[in-house]
């Protein structure tokens, strides 16, 4: 049953302001990184405050593609402060090393965001289990069945992603 609370000013002017919060994440960005156009910056500090709230809040969940033209442009760089802003509680990130069951497992038991590092081998179709965590972790509710020696196990993978 929805509550309604009325507020006094004063504890509504305690409250941080929306808008300013998005703002100084797009201040952080701008001094870290730079971009090509000032479009992506507005969708990577939605992405952030997303990070803080997606499990109550959302029944699908955005995924952040990082691409650029050139190597060492600073991909990787965004996804460590994606991490910074997040923190240890709200996102991991993942080196290209790692295992399909590794990132099932600690989307499941954990619900972290995923910041994958260096995904597109894994992403482009060289690894079904990857795939398949990927393709249905969009969306709440969904899992992925996984055969044990103890019998099927399902999976939740519900999370948002960033990866590159």
């Given amino acids: 049953m929805a509550e309604i609370v009325i507020l006094s000013e004063a504890e509504?002017?305690?409250r941080p302001n929306a808008a300013a919060t998005i703002e100084r994440i797009e201040a952080y960005f701008r001094n870290f990184l730079s971009?090509?156009?000032d479009r992506a910056i507005l969708p990577l500090a939605l992405f952030t405050v997303l990070m803080f709230c997606w499990q109550p809040c959302f029944e699908t969940v955005p995924y952040v593609l990082v691409r650029a033209d050139?190597?060492?442009?600073g991909k990787t760089n965004l996804l460590y402060l994606l991490k910074y802003l997040a923190g240890e509680?709200?996102?991991k990130l993942f080196a290209?090393?790692?295992?399909?069951?590794?990132?099932r497992n600690?989307?499941?038991?954990?619900?972290?965001t995923v910041l994958l590092?260096?995904?597109?081998?894994?992403?482009?179709g060289h690894n079904p289990a990857f795939r398949s965590i990927f393709n249905v972790g969009y969306k709440s509710g969904q899992s992925i069945a996984i055969s044990t020696p103890k019998g099927n196990a399902e999976y939740n993978v519900f999370a948002p992603r960033s990866w590159r």
């Avoid at 050139?70 to 442009?73: A, V």
């Avoid at 590092?117 to 482009?124: M, N, R, V």
């Fill in 12 to 14: 509504t002017a305690s």
């Fill in 70 to 73: 050139t190597p060492s442009s």
């Fill in 106 to 112: 600690e989307i499941h038991f954990s619900r972290r």
């Fill in 117 to 124: 590092d260096e995904a597109e081998e894994a992403l482009q």
């Fill in 96 to 103: 290209e090393t790692t295992t399909p069951a590794a990132l």
């Fill in 35 to 37: 971009f090509q156009s």
């Fill in 89 to 91: 509680r709200r996102a």
